[in-house]
């Protein structure tokens, strides 16, 4: 006690905080600069049979884009209908969903012991060929996190990472794709304070991606994001904001390849939430626009 | 239009003995070239001011009008709140859960 009050406590080395999932060591840069833009209608209604089970009903009408070859986006207007189920329990997580195109996503989370945890992912389509489906196995210690996933395709993978100071972790990752024998290994880095959280990552597959947020007001914060490609050579940049004000949430970005972007979700009522996006692209003269509602608690 | 003015100064015959050597004198036709192409300059100049404003334009009302409007509201909440909790003179009304970050 004396010592911190003097201001400086000494590192306890034995007792480090766990470090956040290795798949999450950038949640905070992506959440400010990934927001989910989208074009045109989106309405979702959310409705709670009981307080653990829910259904969904999701409503999508717009355009998506189809990645082309030549320059010009081909942009095919969409239309579907999602029905989900969720199922929420301390211990057992179950999300299913089912769209009008085809498509089935599944998801799983079940805590077998309370530092083993099990993840599935499903994703089925219409298509042949794509369907993907994806295990996790995840184990807990006390200053680190390790993971196993198993994946179609022939997929393995494996990832470790563990706090090194109260402030830092460090971690690393291997993969394997069977069907096209190639392997890989990544290393990241997260070093994090109260108000700021500074992200590393480097893999063999030549893509090395950094990233910096900083709280600068207790309502808003400012990231930046820096990814370069090796293999095509690609660099981008992007810097944005993440504002949460008492009835919305505005988060707006620029980018180094001249899009700029901004996603706002107000609250209009106790449980109805207003979203509009806008996404503009300066350089292939691309716009997009949407604008939404989610009722549902 | 240069060639059209000297071929009228040569048909009307050696009354414009003065003007037509005049223009065609290399100073006056260097400075004909030299008002073209400031005029060419000054049209790309404008496009390039165009299209430079038209960005900032667009790309301010995208990401900067929304966040100056809300902030705005959020001012005023907090203003109407303080006048409520001093003529109420009691504690301050609660405050509404805040909204869902996903």
């Known amino acids: 006690m004396g010592e911190a009050g003097k201001g400086e406590k000494r590192v306890d080395y034995m007792n480090l905080p766990c470090p956040l999932p290795f798949e999450e060591i950038q949640r905070e840069a992506l959440m400010s600069l990934k927001p989910e833009l989208f074009e045109g209608l989106r309405f979702d209604f959310t409705k709670g049979l009981n307080h653990k089970f829910s259904l969904s009903h999701s409503i999508f009408m717009g355009s998506t884009e189809v990645p082309s070859q030549s320059k010009d986006t081909i942009k095919i207007p969409t239309a579907h209908y999602e029905f989900g189920a969720n199922f929420l329990d301390p211990k057992l997580m179950l999300v299913g969903r089912v769209l009008t195109d085809g498509r089935l996503n599944a998801r799983v989370k079940c805590d077998l012991t309370d530092n083993l945890t099990l993840k599935i992912n499903a994703q089925l389509t219409n298509e042949p060929h794509f369907s993907q489906g994806m295990f996790n196995f995840d184990y807990k210690g006390s200053d680190y996190r390790t993971q196993f996933q198993i994946g179609n395709n022939a997929f393995y993978g494996a990832n470790y990472i563990q706090s090194v100071t109260p402030h830092l972790s460090l971690g690393s990752e291997v993969f394997w794709l069977g069907h096209q024998r190639k392997s890989g290994i990544g290393f990241a880095a997260r070093y994090n304070k109260d108000k700021m959280v500074a992200t590393g990552q480097i893999a063999s597959t030549g893509i090395v991606a950094l990233s910096y947020v900083q709280k600068v007001t207790e309502q808003g914060s400012l990231a930046s994001d820096f990814m370069y490609n090796h293999m095509t050579g690609d660099v981008t940049s992007s810097f944005g904001y993440d504002y949460i004000f008492r009835q919305c949430r505005l988060r707006g970005k620029i980018d180094s390849n001249g899009v700029v972007a901004a996603f706002l979700e107000e609250r209009l009522n106790m449980g109805v939430n207003f979203i509009l996006s806008a996404e503009i692209d300066h350089l292939k003269k691309d716009y997009k626009f949407g604008f939404g509602m989610t009722l549902g608690e | ?102």
């Open chain 2, 1 to 102: 239009m240069s060639s059209s003015l000297s071929r009228r100064g040569r048909g009307e015959g050696e009354g414009e003995g003065v003007l037509g050597p005049i223009s065609r004198s290399p100073i006056v036709v260097r400075g004909r070239e030299a008002a073209a192409e400031a005029a060419t300059v000054a049209k790309k100049l404008l496009r390039s001011t165009g299209k430079a404003a038209w960005i900032a334009g667009t790309t301010f009302l995208v990401l900067f009008v929304p966040l100056i409007i809300e902030m705005d509201r959020e001012q005023q909440l907090n203003e109407l709140e303080l006048q409520q909790a001093t003529l109420l003179g009691g504690p301050s009304p609660a405050l509404p859960p805040p909204p869902p970050s996903k």
